[in-house]
């Protein structure tokens, strides 16, 4: 089993920053890709943004030049750094992993969600 613990969200002004961590732990053999989904109220999970194990990234549209992700594969972290966030940025923030298990399968693990809410 694997675990996915986000922190990092909480409430900003328009036009501040955050910056998400994923630390994820468990029987991992290793972790293919890594991302970001968001599901505002009353619309549709969405992602926002992935990286391979080999560092590739794609990102949403509507947040790129905004936001950046990263890992480190060492840590098995991921991050999403938010700048320039908007009202519109305002979502429930779910971290998700590509892990091939210590038992030679491969699974999609989701964290447990974390708050984004911007406002002023």
């Known amino acids: 089993q694997v675990q996915l613990v986000e922190s990092g969200g909480g409430l900003v002004q328009p036009g501040g920053s955050l910056r998400l961590s994923c630390a994820a732990s468990?029987?991992?053999?290793?972790?293919?890709?890594m991302g970001w989904y968001r599901q505002a109220p009353g619309k549709q999970r969405e992602l926002v943004a992935a990286?391979?194990?080999?560092?590739?990234?794609n990102y949403a549209d509507s947040v790129k030049g905004r936001f950046t992700i990263s890992r480190n594969n060492a840590k098995n972290t991921v991050y999403l750094q938010m700048n320039s966030l908007k009202p519109e940025d305002t979502a429930v923030y779910y971290c998700?992993?590509?892990?091939?298990?210590?038992?030679?399968?491969?699974?999609?693990?989701w964290g447990q969600g974390t708050q984004v809410t911007v406002s002023s």
């Open positions: 998700t992993a590509d892990v091939l298990s210590s038992d030679g399968y491969e699974y999609d693990y």
């Open positions: 990286i391979t194990s080999g560092g590739s990234t």
């Open positions: 468990g029987s991992i053999f290793t972790i293919y890709a």
